[in-house]
C-alpha cells in the first residue's frame, strides 16, 4: 500500500514517542565514515611555498540507525552535525567509509541506482529559504519531485500537490504562492512536503526548527512526530537543543569534535550519562528553579581547532578527569555500564 495516497493515508494522530519494534537489522548502517576538508588550498599559497590545512569534519563515525525510530545527534556548534547528515546523503562525498542503506552501500552506486536510492532517503533542511527556488510557485516545486521519480501522471499531480500540503499542515490556497509569500513556519511545512513527495523511507532533519519561533517549533515538531507514526519514517534530528532531542529521540549520539564520544536510548543517557563531556551539556541546561542549580562544572575553555585535533582523547583538554592515558591513547566507543561511551575513565 502506498503511505502517500490520499485514499490509502491513516488519519490516525500519532502516539507519543516510544521505542520501535524492529528484528534487529538496521536500516541505516554507518561504518567508518570520515570526511576532510582542504583549506587554503589556493594558488597563491602554493606559489609561496605553504602547505594546506586539513579540516577533520567527521572521524571514523559508526552508527546503526533502525526502521521506525528517532536517532538525536547533538553537540556544540562546529562539532560535524551537518556534516556527517550531509554524507551520509552524498550531498558531500565522504573521503572513506560506507553508508549502508539496507545493505547498499550508497558511496558506490551511480546513475538510476543512485536516483532510486536518493528517493529513499531524503533532507529537512535547517533554513528552509535558502532551499527554495525563489522563481518556482509552490505546486511546480511539489508536481517536480513526482513526475521526475515516475510517482504520478500529469493528470494526477493536482491531487497529489493539494495532498501533500493537507498532511503538513497547509491549505490548497498555498500551491499557487512563491516562497517569500510564506512565514517562516510555512516554509519549513513546505521543506517537509517536498521531502515526502518521493516517498522516503529515512530522513535528515538538520535543524529543522531552530530558525523559527517557540510556538511554531513546537507545532512543526509535533507535526514531524506525527508524520513519523503515520509514515513509517526513521529519521536522523540533529539539534543542539537538548531538551528537544530529548523529547523526540528514541536513542541520542553526543557528538564531538568529529566524532561520537556517547551513545545510548534517550532517558538512559539523560538519567545516567558517563562521558564528562554529555555531564557538562547536561549540567548547562538552564533551571526553572533557582534553587536547583547544577552541581558539575561548566566546561573549561574552547573546542580545539578540528584543524589541529590533540592526540588521545579529543576532549582531553577541557576534561577534569583527564590523565596520562588521555593524552596518548583515543578510547575507543564501546558498550559501558549499559550504552555505548568513548572514555577511559568509566569504570
Known amino acids: 500500500m502506498n503511505p502517500l495516497n490520499p485514499a490509502a493515508a491513516s488519519t490516525a494522530a500519532a502516539a507519543p514517542a516510544a521505542v520501535p519494534s524492529h528484528n534487529g537489522k538496521p536500516l541505516l548502517q554507518v561504518r567508518d565514515l570520515s570526511k576532510t576538508f582542504v583549506q587554503g588550498d589556493s594558488l597563491v599559497r602554493r606559489m609561496m611555498g605553504r602547505r594546506p590545512d586539513y579540516l577533520k569534519a567527521v572521524h571514523n563515525i559508526n552508527?546503526?540507525?533502525?526502521?521506525?525510530?528517532?536517532?538525536?545527534?547533538?553537540?556544540?556548534?562546529?562539532?560535524?552535525?551537518?556534516?556527517?547528515?550531509?554524507?551520509?546523503?552524498?550531498?558531500?562525498?565522504?573521503?572513506?567509509?560506507?553508508?549502508?542503506?539496507?545493505?547498499?552501500?550508497?558511496?558506490?552506486?551511480?546513475?538510476?541506482?543512485?536516483?532510486?536510492?536518493?528517493?529513499?532517503?531524503?533532507?529537512?533542511?535547517?533554513?528552509?529559504?535558502?532551499?527554495?527556488?525563489?522563481?518556482?510557485?509552490?505546486?511546480?516545486?511539489?508536481?517536480?519531485?513526482?513526475?521526475?521519480?515516475?510517482?504520478?501522471?500529469?493528470?494526477?499531480?493536482?491531487?497529489?500537490?493539494?495532498?501533500?500540503?493537507?498532511?503538513?499542515?497547509l491549505g490548497r490556497s498555498v500551491a499557487e504562492r512563491y516562497p517569500h509569500e510564506l512565514s517562516g513556519g510555512q516554509r519549513q511545512r513546505l521543506g517537509l512536503a517536498r521531502a515526502l513527495a518521493v516517498e522516503p523511507r529515512f530522513i535528515v532533519a538538520d535543524e529543522p526548527v531552530s530558525a523559527l519561533d517557540v510556538s511554531i517549533q513546537a507545532q512543526v515538531v509535533n507535526l514531524l512526530m506525527e508524520l513519523q507514526e503515520k509514515l513509517h519514517l526513521t529519521m536522523l534530528f540533529i539539534t543542539h537543543d537538548l531538551r528537544l532531542v530529548h523529547f523526540v529521540s528514541h536513542r541520542v549520539a553526543v557528538m564531538y569534535l568529529g566524532g561520537i564520544v556517547e551513545l545510548g536510548p534517550s532517558d538512559e543517557l539523560f538519567e545516567r550519562p558517563l562521558h564528562p563531556y554529555t555531564q557538562a551539556l547536561l549540567a548547562a541546561l538552564p533551571k526553572i528553579d533557582p534553587r536547583n542549580r547544577a552541581q558539575a562544572p561548566a566546561i573549561q575553555g574552547e573546542p580545539p581547532s578540528p584543524v589541529n585535533i590533540p592526540r588521545g582523547c579529543p576532549f582531553h583538554p577541557r576534561c577534569p578527569l583527564a590523565s596520562e592515558i588521555c593524552t596518548q591513547q583515543e578510547p575507543a566507543l564501546e558498550v559501558k555500564q549499559g550504552h555505548m561511551v568513548a572514555c577511559h575513565h568509566v569504570d
Not at 553537540?75 to 552524498?90: D, F, N, V, W, Y
Not at 532517503?121 to 517536480?144: A, G, H, I
Open 63 to 169: 552508527l546503526d540507525i533502525y526502521p521506525g525510530e528517532t536517532l538525536g545527534l547533538v553537540g556544540e556548534s562546529g562539532c560535524g552535525k551537518t556534516t556527517l547528515g550531509r554524507c551520509i546523503l552524498r550531498l558531500y562525498e565522504p573521503d572513506s567509509g560506507q553508508v549502508l542503506f539496507e545493505g547498499v552501500d550508497a558511496l558506490k552506486v551511480q546513475g538510476g541506482q543512485l536516483r532510486k536510492l536518493r528517493s529513499q532517503m531524503q533532507v529537512v533542511f535547517q533554513d528552509p529559504y535558502s532551499s527554495l527556488n525563489p522563481r518556482q510557485r509552490v505546486k511546480q516545486m511539489l508536481s517536480e519531485a513526482c513526475l521526475v521519480h515516475g510517482l504520478c501522471t500529469q493528470s494526477e499531480v493536482g491531487e497529489r500537490v493539494t495532498y501533500l500540503l493537507e498532511i503538513v499542515g
